[in-house]
Protein backbone atom coordinates (compact mmCIF):
# COMPACT_ATOMS: atom_id res chain seq x y z
CA UNK A 1 0.00 0.00 0.00
CA UNK A 2 1.16 3.40 -0.27
CA UNK A 3 2.40 2.87 -3.59
CA UNK A 4 2.64 5.93 -5.78
CA UNK A 5 1.02 5.77 -8.50
CA UNK A 6 0.58 8.24 -11.84
CA UNK A 7 -1.62 10.83 -12.23
CA UNK A 8 -2.70 13.02 -14.79
CA UNK A 9 -1.21 16.56 -15.23
CA UNK A 10 -4.29 18.60 -15.96
CA UNK A 11 -6.78 18.66 -12.85
CA UNK A 12 -10.37 17.84 -13.65
CA UNK A 13 -13.58 19.86 -12.24
CA UNK A 14 -15.20 22.16 -11.17
CA UNK A 15 -17.46 18.87 -10.09
CA UNK A 16 -20.88 19.72 -8.16
CA UNK A 17 -21.29 19.23 -4.51
CA UNK A 18 -23.98 17.61 -2.39
CA UNK A 19 -26.96 17.69 -1.32
CA UNK A 20 -28.82 17.98 -5.05
CA UNK A 21 -31.90 16.71 -6.10
CA UNK A 22 -31.64 15.47 -9.62
CA UNK A 23 -34.24 13.74 -12.00
CA UNK A 24 -32.81 10.94 -13.91
CA UNK A 25 -33.97 9.68 -17.02
CA UNK A 26 -36.79 7.63 -16.09
CA UNK A 27 -38.26 10.56 -14.65
CA UNK A 28 -37.65 9.63 -10.68
CA UNK A 29 -36.30 12.35 -8.39
CA UNK A 30 -33.20 11.14 -7.10
CA UNK A 31 -31.60 13.01 -4.28
CA UNK A 32 -27.37 13.16 -3.82
CA UNK A 33 -26.10 14.14 -0.30
CA UNK A 34 -22.83 13.39 1.63
CA UNK A 35 -23.47 12.03 5.50
CA UNK A 36 -20.95 13.31 7.76
CA UNK A 37 -20.40 9.71 8.82
CA UNK A 38 -21.40 6.66 7.04
CA UNK A 39 -22.61 5.04 10.34
CA UNK A 40 -25.51 7.30 10.01
CA UNK A 41 -27.03 5.57 7.13
CA UNK A 42 -25.30 2.40 7.72
CA UNK A 43 -28.60 0.41 7.71
CA UNK A 44 -29.93 1.60 4.28
CA UNK A 45 -26.68 1.09 2.43
CA UNK A 46 -26.19 -2.36 4.06
CA UNK A 47 -29.61 -2.85 2.99
CA UNK A 48 -29.08 -1.54 -0.83
CA UNK A 49 -25.94 -3.89 -1.15
CA UNK A 50 -28.11 -6.50 0.03
CA UNK A 51 -30.04 -6.30 -3.07
CA UNK A 52 -27.73 -5.65 -5.44
CA UNK A 53 -27.14 -8.69 -8.36
CA UNK A 54 -24.44 -10.72 -7.40
CA UNK A 55 -23.84 -10.90 -11.45
CA UNK A 56 -22.89 -7.19 -11.07
CA UNK A 57 -20.14 -7.52 -8.50
CA UNK A 58 -16.50 -6.25 -9.19
CA UNK A 59 -13.37 -7.94 -7.76
CA UNK A 60 -15.14 -9.58 -4.72
CA UNK A 61 -17.06 -6.34 -3.81
CA UNK A 62 -19.52 -5.69 -2.34
CA UNK A 63 -19.52 -8.84 -1.05
CA UNK A 64 -22.85 -10.93 -0.61
CA UNK A 65 -24.56 -11.76 2.75
CA UNK A 66 -25.71 -9.17 5.40
CA UNK A 67 -23.51 -9.64 7.88
CA UNK A 68 -20.35 -9.89 5.33
CA UNK A 69 -21.73 -6.73 3.77
CA UNK A 70 -22.14 -5.07 7.26
CA UNK A 71 -18.74 -6.18 8.30
CA UNK A 72 -17.06 -5.09 4.86
CA UNK A 73 -18.43 -1.46 5.29
CA UNK A 74 -17.65 -1.13 8.83
CA UNK A 75 -13.47 -1.96 8.24
CA UNK A 76 -14.11 0.65 5.64
CA UNK A 77 -16.65 3.41 7.06
CA UNK A 78 -14.37 5.24 10.05
CA UNK A 79 -12.56 7.16 7.68
CA UNK A 80 -13.89 6.76 4.34
CA UNK A 81 -15.80 9.78 1.98
CA UNK A 82 -19.33 8.77 0.71
CA UNK A 83 -22.08 10.03 -0.93
CA UNK A 84 -25.14 8.59 -1.06
CA UNK A 85 -28.77 8.45 -3.76
CA UNK A 86 -32.37 8.34 -2.41
CA UNK A 87 -35.32 7.71 -4.57
CA UNK A 88 -37.86 10.19 -3.17
CA UNK A 89 -40.99 8.54 -3.18
CA UNK A 90 -43.74 10.05 -5.84
CA UNK A 91 -46.00 13.03 -4.89
CA UNK A 92 -45.95 14.45 -2.05
CA UNK A 93 -49.46 13.57 -1.02
CA UNK A 94 -48.89 11.87 2.21
CA UNK A 95 -46.53 14.48 4.03
CA UNK A 96 -46.60 11.92 6.71
CA UNK A 97 -43.82 12.88 8.76
CA UNK A 98 -42.26 9.45 8.97
CA UNK A 99 -38.77 9.19 9.36
CA UNK A 100 -38.48 6.94 6.23
CA UNK A 101 -39.81 9.87 3.89
CA UNK A 102 -36.04 9.85 2.57
CA UNK A 103 -36.96 6.73 0.09
CA UNK A 104 -34.71 3.77 -0.24
CA UNK A 105 -31.30 4.16 -1.04
CA UNK A 106 -30.22 2.89 -4.66
CA UNK A 107 -26.62 3.80 -5.11
CA UNK A 108 -23.52 4.79 -3.31
CA UNK A 109 -20.00 5.66 -3.94
CA UNK A 110 -17.25 6.19 -1.58
CA UNK A 111 -13.11 6.98 -1.37
CA UNK A 112 -11.60 4.86 1.23
CA UNK A 113 -7.71 6.51 1.62
CA UNK A 114 -4.47 4.87 0.79
CA UNK A 115 -2.62 4.93 3.96
CA UNK A 116 -1.49 2.67 6.87
CA UNK A 117 -2.83 4.68 9.71
CA UNK A 118 -5.94 6.46 8.45
CA UNK A 119 -7.57 8.16 11.60
CA UNK A 120 -3.75 10.02 11.85
CA UNK A 121 -4.48 11.30 8.40
CA UNK A 122 -3.45 15.59 8.60
CA UNK A 123 -4.25 16.97 4.95
CA UNK A 124 -6.56 14.63 2.32
CA UNK A 125 -4.33 16.20 0.00
CA UNK A 126 -1.11 13.96 0.64
CA UNK A 127 -2.80 10.89 0.83
CA UNK A 128 -4.36 8.57 -2.36
CA UNK A 129 -7.84 7.99 -2.40
CA UNK A 130 -9.70 4.64 -3.95
CA UNK A 131 -13.03 4.87 -5.61
CA UNK A 132 -15.94 2.71 -6.19
CA UNK A 133 -19.42 3.26 -7.43
CA UNK A 134 -22.20 0.65 -7.37
CA UNK A 135 -25.98 1.73 -8.76
CA UNK A 136 -28.98 -0.90 -8.15
CA UNK A 137 -29.71 -2.72 -10.82
CA UNK A 138 -33.37 -1.40 -11.27
CA UNK A 139 -31.27 2.19 -11.70
CA UNK A 140 -29.01 1.57 -13.80
CA UNK A 141 -28.61 3.71 -17.14
CA UNK A 142 -31.01 6.30 -16.23
CA UNK A 143 -27.65 8.95 -15.84
CA UNK A 144 -27.88 8.38 -12.39
CA UNK A 145 -23.88 6.63 -12.02
CA UNK A 146 -22.59 9.71 -13.86
CA UNK A 147 -24.54 12.66 -11.55
CA UNK A 148 -23.68 10.62 -8.59
CA UNK A 149 -19.52 10.33 -9.52
CA UNK A 150 -19.62 13.89 -10.10
CA UNK A 151 -20.98 14.83 -6.63
CA UNK A 152 -18.86 12.35 -4.97
CA UNK A 153 -15.60 14.71 -6.50
CA UNK A 154 -17.00 17.47 -5.84
CA UNK A 155 -17.85 16.66 -2.34
CA UNK A 156 -13.96 15.14 -2.54
CA UNK A 157 -12.59 18.34 -3.47
CA UNK A 158 -14.52 20.37 -0.74
CA UNK A 159 -12.71 18.43 1.66
CA UNK A 160 -9.44 19.12 -0.02
CA UNK A 161 -9.03 15.35 -1.59
CA UNK A 162 -6.86 16.04 -4.80
CA UNK A 163 -5.55 12.48 -6.12
CA UNK A 164 -8.24 9.72 -6.71
CA UNK A 165 -7.36 6.13 -8.09
CA UNK A 166 -9.12 3.21 -8.86
CA UNK A 167 -9.04 -0.20 -10.81
CA UNK A 168 -12.11 -1.74 -13.11
CA UNK A 169 -12.27 -4.93 -14.59
CA UNK A 170 -11.22 -4.22 -18.14
CA UNK A 171 -14.59 -5.59 -19.88
CA UNK A 172 -16.63 -3.37 -17.58
CA UNK A 173 -17.41 -0.74 -20.49
CA UNK A 174 -19.98 0.89 -18.61
CA UNK A 175 -18.10 1.60 -15.89
CA UNK A 176 -14.54 2.67 -17.92
CA UNK A 177 -17.19 4.38 -20.28
CA UNK A 178 -18.41 6.67 -16.66
CA UNK A 179 -15.22 7.05 -15.66
CA UNK A 180 -13.27 8.56 -19.04
CA UNK A 181 -16.44 10.82 -18.71
CA UNK A 182 -15.34 12.79 -15.92
CA UNK A 183 -11.41 12.94 -16.69
CA UNK A 184 -10.35 9.53 -15.85
CA UNK A 185 -7.56 8.60 -17.82
CA UNK A 186 -6.07 4.96 -17.78
CA UNK A 187 -2.62 4.57 -15.70
CA UNK A 188 -0.08 1.80 -14.48
CA UNK A 189 0.03 -1.90 -16.49
CA UNK A 190 -3.31 -3.15 -17.40
CA UNK A 191 -4.03 -6.58 -16.58
CA UNK A 192 -7.23 -8.19 -15.81
CA UNK A 193 -8.12 -4.58 -14.21
CA UNK A 194 -7.29 -1.42 -15.39
CA UNK A 195 -5.75 1.21 -13.03
CA UNK A 196 -7.41 4.70 -13.56
CA UNK A 197 -6.98 7.83 -11.76
CA UNK A 198 -7.88 11.72 -11.67
CA UNK A 199 -6.84 14.64 -10.33
CA UNK A 200 -8.63 17.17 -8.57
CA UNK A 201 -8.66 21.01 -8.99
CA UNK B 1 0.51 -34.95 -6.57
CA UNK B 2 3.82 -32.61 -8.29
CA UNK B 3 3.56 -29.27 -6.98
CA UNK B 4 5.76 -25.88 -8.57
CA UNK B 5 4.96 -22.67 -5.92
CA UNK B 6 6.14 -19.72 -7.71
CA UNK B 7 6.85 -17.15 -5.31
CA UNK B 8 7.86 -13.28 -5.79
CA UNK B 9 8.54 -12.00 -2.41
CA UNK B 10 5.47 -10.06 -0.87
CA UNK B 11 3.70 -11.01 2.18
CA UNK B 12 1.24 -13.00 -0.21
CA UNK B 13 4.06 -15.09 -1.54
CA UNK B 14 4.69 -16.38 2.21
CA UNK B 15 0.81 -17.17 3.08
CA UNK B 16 1.00 -18.94 0.07
CA UNK B 17 3.81 -20.53 0.79
CA UNK B 18 2.43 -21.29 4.67
CA UNK B 19 -0.77 -23.20 3.11
CA UNK B 20 1.55 -25.01 0.22
CA UNK B 21 3.80 -26.06 3.03
CA UNK B 22 0.50 -27.52 5.09
CA UNK B 23 -0.95 -29.14 2.39
CA UNK B 24 2.43 -30.58 1.33
CA UNK B 25 2.88 -32.09 5.20
CA UNK B 26 -1.53 -33.48 4.92
CA UNK B 27 -0.99 -34.87 1.64
CA UNK B 28 2.41 -35.67 0.81
CA UNK B 29 2.47 -33.88 -2.54
CA UNK B 30 6.38 -32.85 -3.92
CA UNK B 31 6.98 -29.52 -3.74
CA UNK B 32 9.24 -27.51 -5.66
CA UNK B 33 9.58 -23.87 -4.76
CA UNK B 34 10.70 -20.96 -7.41
CA UNK B 35 11.80 -17.96 -5.81
CA UNK B 36 11.63 -14.97 -9.01
CA UNK B 37 13.09 -12.47 -9.86
CA UNK B 38 11.20 -9.63 -8.62
CA UNK B 39 13.04 -5.97 -8.09
CA UNK B 40 10.05 -4.07 -6.80
CA UNK B 41 9.01 -6.35 -4.10
CA UNK B 42 9.12 -6.01 -0.69
CA UNK B 43 11.38 -9.36 -0.55
CA UNK B 44 15.12 -9.52 -2.80
CA UNK B 45 15.37 -12.58 -4.08
CA UNK B 46 18.09 -13.28 -1.72
CA UNK B 47 15.52 -12.54 1.45
CA UNK B 48 12.65 -14.64 0.12
CA UNK B 49 14.91 -17.59 -0.65
CA UNK B 50 16.10 -17.52 3.09
CA UNK B 51 12.83 -17.07 4.41
CA UNK B 52 11.27 -20.30 2.37
CA UNK B 53 14.69 -22.10 3.39
CA UNK B 54 13.44 -21.21 7.14
CA UNK B 55 9.70 -22.17 6.69
CA UNK B 56 10.47 -25.42 5.05
CA UNK B 57 13.25 -26.30 7.87
CA UNK B 58 10.35 -25.07 10.45
CA UNK B 59 7.88 -27.59 9.21
CA UNK B 60 10.70 -30.59 8.64
CA UNK B 61 9.48 -30.15 4.55
CA UNK B 62 11.86 -31.52 2.26
CA UNK B 63 11.59 -29.46 -1.06
CA UNK B 64 13.57 -28.38 -4.15
CA UNK B 65 14.41 -25.00 -4.16
CA UNK B 66 15.20 -22.92 -7.20
CA UNK B 67 15.96 -19.55 -8.25
CA UNK B 68 14.43 -17.70 -11.53
CA UNK B 69 15.68 -15.19 -13.58
CA UNK B 70 14.16 -13.07 -15.84
CA UNK B 71 10.58 -12.06 -16.68
CA UNK B 72 9.09 -13.69 -13.28
CA UNK B 73 5.24 -14.92 -15.08
CA UNK B 74 7.14 -16.36 -18.31
CA UNK B 75 10.44 -17.80 -15.77
CA UNK B 76 8.33 -19.49 -13.81
CA UNK B 77 5.87 -21.16 -16.87
CA UNK B 78 8.96 -21.86 -18.25
CA UNK B 79 9.94 -24.04 -15.83
CA UNK B 80 6.55 -25.25 -15.25
CA UNK B 81 6.76 -26.67 -18.92
CA UNK B 82 9.95 -28.21 -18.60
CA UNK B 83 9.22 -30.56 -15.09
CA UNK B 84 6.67 -33.13 -14.19
CA UNK B 85 4.17 -30.70 -12.45
CA UNK B 86 0.43 -31.22 -11.81
CA UNK B 87 0.26 -28.07 -10.62
CA UNK B 88 1.41 -24.50 -10.63
CA UNK B 89 0.91 -22.51 -7.52
CA UNK B 90 0.61 -18.38 -6.86
CA UNK B 91 -0.88 -15.90 -4.89
CA UNK B 92 -4.14 -14.79 -5.38
CA UNK B 93 -4.26 -11.17 -5.69
CA UNK B 94 -4.12 -8.95 -3.02
CA UNK B 95 -6.40 -6.57 -1.78
CA UNK B 96 -7.03 -2.56 -2.36
CA UNK B 97 -7.93 -0.63 0.59
CA UNK B 98 -11.65 -0.49 -0.42
CA UNK B 99 -11.40 -4.46 0.02
CA UNK B 100 -10.96 -5.18 -4.40
CA UNK B 101 -9.08 -8.12 -5.35
CA UNK B 102 -6.48 -7.43 -7.68
CA UNK B 103 -4.64 -9.51 -9.79
CA UNK B 104 -1.65 -8.08 -11.12
CA UNK B 105 -0.03 -8.90 -14.59
CA UNK B 106 2.04 -11.85 -13.08
CA UNK B 107 -0.52 -13.52 -12.55
CA UNK B 108 -2.63 -12.91 -15.66
CA UNK B 109 0.50 -14.43 -17.22
CA UNK B 110 0.24 -17.57 -15.59
CA UNK B 111 -3.39 -17.84 -15.88
CA UNK B 112 -3.31 -17.75 -19.73
CA UNK B 113 -0.08 -19.60 -20.50
CA UNK B 114 0.41 -22.39 -17.79
CA UNK B 115 0.27 -25.97 -19.11
CA UNK B 116 -1.26 -27.39 -16.00
CA UNK B 117 -3.42 -26.79 -13.56
CA UNK B 118 -3.23 -22.96 -11.89
CA UNK B 119 -4.31 -22.95 -7.89
CA UNK B 120 -4.38 -19.16 -6.57
CA UNK B 121 -4.07 -19.32 -2.78
CA UNK B 122 -6.22 -16.82 -0.57
C1 LIG C 1 -20.96 1.30 -13.53
C2 LIG C 1 -22.24 1.87 -12.94
C3 LIG C 1 -21.92 2.53 -11.61
C4 LIG C 1 -22.81 2.90 -13.92
O1 LIG C 1 -23.95 3.50 -13.34
P1 LIG C 1 -25.18 4.03 -14.22
O2 LIG C 1 -26.07 4.79 -13.32
O3 LIG C 1 -25.73 2.90 -14.99
O4 LIG C 1 -24.41 5.01 -15.21
P2 LIG C 1 -25.03 6.08 -16.20
O5 LIG C 1 -26.47 5.81 -16.44
O6 LIG C 1 -24.68 7.43 -15.68
O7 LIG C 1 -24.25 5.74 -17.53
C5 LIG C 1 -22.99 6.27 -17.86
C6 LIG C 1 -22.54 5.76 -19.21
O8 LIG C 1 -22.09 4.42 -19.05
C7 LIG C 1 -22.35 3.71 -20.24
N1 LIG C 1 -23.15 2.56 -19.91
C8 LIG C 1 -23.98 2.40 -18.86
N2 LIG C 1 -24.49 1.16 -18.84
C9 LIG C 1 -23.98 0.53 -19.91
C10 LIG C 1 -24.11 -0.78 -20.43
N3 LIG C 1 -24.87 -1.71 -19.83
N4 LIG C 1 -23.40 -1.11 -21.54
C11 LIG C 1 -22.61 -0.19 -22.15
N5 LIG C 1 -22.46 1.07 -21.70
C12 LIG C 1 -23.13 1.43 -20.60
C13 LIG C 1 -23.01 4.61 -21.19
O9 LIG C 1 -21.97 5.16 -21.99
C14 LIG C 1 -23.58 5.66 -20.31
O10 LIG C 1 -23.66 6.77 -21.07
P3 LIG C 1 -25.10 7.35 -21.52
O11 LIG C 1 -25.55 8.10 -20.31
O12 LIG C 1 -24.77 8.22 -22.68
O13 LIG C 1 -25.98 6.19 -21.84
C15 LIG C 1 -23.30 0.77 -12.74
O14 LIG C 1 -23.48 0.11 -13.96
C16 LIG C 1 -22.97 -0.24 -11.67
O15 LIG C 1 -23.24 -0.05 -10.49
N6 LIG C 1 -22.39 -1.39 -12.10
C17 LIG C 1 -22.06 -2.48 -11.21
C18 LIG C 1 -20.95 -2.17 -10.24
C19 LIG C 1 -19.70 -1.72 -10.93
O16 LIG C 1 -19.25 -2.31 -11.89
N7 LIG C 1 -19.11 -0.63 -10.41
C20 LIG C 1 -17.90 -0.10 -10.96
C21 LIG C 1 -16.72 -0.68 -10.35
S1 LIG C 1 -16.51 -0.18 -8.67
Not at chain 1, 11 to 24: A, L
Request: charged share 30%; proline share 6%; net charge negative.
Amino acid sequence: MGRARLYPDEPSGPFPSPPSTIEDREGRDIEIRAPGELTTDLDAVVEMYDQFDPTDRAQGIPPTGEDRIRNWLETIADESVNVIAHHKPDGDIDVDSSADSDGEVIAHAMLVPDADDPAAIEDNGDIEWELAIFVLQDYQQAGIGTHLLKHLLGHASDVGIERVWLTVERWNNPAIALYERVGFEASGTESFEQEMSIRLE
Amino acid sequence: MNVLVGLGGSDESIKTLRQTIDRTQDVGDDLTIAVLEKPESKRSQDEMYEEATDLLSEAGVDADLVRLEGDPGSALVDHAEQGEFDQLVIGGGTLSPMGKIQLGPITEFVLLNAPTTVKLVR
